[in-house]
C-alpha cells in the first residue's frame, strides 16, 4: 500500500558511484514497487524531490543521483544515521522484461532502469554518457555496451548507434525500455518505429505532488506523476512538448534546454 506521508528512514550508506553522482540506500519499505516508478525523497527543513529506485534488494533501496542544486548537494553531504523522508511509491512503471528485451539508459537516466538491467540478458543493456568519469554503474554491469561521447570508454559515439546495430542484427527483440535526456528518447522511438518494436520511455518533469493533483508536470495532456512516467512511444509521440517544452517550478513553460540548465541549479 502506498503511504502519502513520508515515512522517517536514516541513512545506511551514502556511496559515489562517478564523477558528481551519488547512491543513498535506505531500508526497503516500499510495498509492490514496480522498477520505473518513483519515490519522493524529503530532507528536513530543505525540500522534496521525485527521484527513481536504482538497487532495489529485500532489506534496502538505493537511489541514485547527480549532485546539481542545493537538494542534492545537501542529500550528498548526509552520513550515515541521518534521517531522509521517503514517500510513495508513485506512478507506472516498466512492464515485466524478457530475454530479448533490450534496456537503454543515458546519463543518470540509467539508475532507473537499473534493476532492469539485472533482469535481462547482460548484452542487452546499453549505458551512455559524456565521458568515462560520469558513466554509471561500469563495475555492476561489466558486461553491458557502454558510450561516450569523447570516446573515453567504450565506443565513442551514442547509445542510439549501438540500440540501431542492434535492432537491424537481432530479429528477437521484443520492447526497447529507455531512459535518458529527451533529445536521446526522441531518437530512440524513431529507431523502435522504423524497426517496429515496442518501446517504452521514462519521461522526467518537475514534480510538486507525486500523485496528480497539482499539474506541476504536465507535459502536453499527460499527467507524468500519474500517468507516467513510463509511457509507451506510441503514446507520446506527436506530443507538442515532448523533446520541446517542459515546465520550470513557476508553471512557466519554457524550452527543454532552458528547463535543463534551471534544472542544473535548482
Given amino acids: 500500500m502506498r503511504d502519502d506521508y513520508p515515512r522517517s528512514l536514516e541513512i545506511l550508506e551514502i556511496e559515489k558511484e562517478a564523477k558528481d553522482l551519488f547512491t543513498v540506500f535506505v531500508k526497503n519499505t516500499l510495498d509492490g ?6 519515490v ?6 530543505v525540500d522534496e524531490k521525485p527521484f527513481g529506485v536504482s538497487y532495489l534488494e529485500k532489506d534496502r533501496i538505493g537511489i541514485t543521483f547527480e549532485v546539481k542544486g542545493k537538494f542534492t548537494k545537501k542529500l550528498a553531504g548526509m552520513k550515515k544515521a541521518d534521517i531522509i523522508g521517503i514517500r510513495g511509491p508513485y506512478g507506472i512503471g516498466f512492464p515485466d522484461p524478457d530475454s530479448s528485451t533490450i ?3 543515458g546519463g543518470c537516466g540509467v539508475s532507473s532502469l537499473a534493476p532492469l538491467m539485472e533482469k535481462v540478458k547482460k548484452s542487452n543493456s546499453i ?5 568515462k568519469d560520469m558513466l554509471l554503474f561500469r563495475n555492476r554491469f561489466k558486461d553491458a555496451h557502454f558510450t561516450t561521447d569523447d570516446g573515453t570508454f567504450g565506443k565513442k559515439g551514442f547509445v542510439t548507434e549501438i540500440l540501431e546495430e542492434k535492432l537491424s542484427a537481432l530479429d528477437k527483440v521484443s520492447q526497447v525500455f529507455c531512459c535518458g535526456p529527451e533529445i536521446m528518447m526522441s531518437r530512440v522511438i524513431e529507431i523502435c518505429k522504423k524497426y517496429r518494436k515496442k ?5 522526467e518533469r518537475y514534480m510538486k505532488c507525486g500523485f496528480g493533483v497539482c499539474g506541476q508536470c504536465m507535459c502536453g495532456d499527460k499527467v507524468v506523476c500519474n500517468e507516467g512516467p513510463v509511457f509507451e512511444s506510441k503514446d507520446v509521440e506527436g506530443n507538442p512538448e515532448f523533446n520541446h517544452f517542459a515546465r520550470i517550478k513557476s508553471g512557466k513553460k519554457v524550452p527543454v534546454s ?7 541549479c535548482e
Fill in 103 to 105: 534496456v537503454i539508459g
Fill in 127 to 131: 549505458i551512455g554518457a559524456r565521458s
Fill in 33 to 38: 514497487f514496480v522498477p520505473g516508478q518513483f
Fill in 258 to 264: 532552458d528547463y535543463v540548465r534551471w534544472r542544473s
Fill in 199 to 203: 518501446c517504452f520511455i521514462s519521461m
Fill in 40 to 45: 519522493m525523497v524529503w530532507i528536513p527543513s
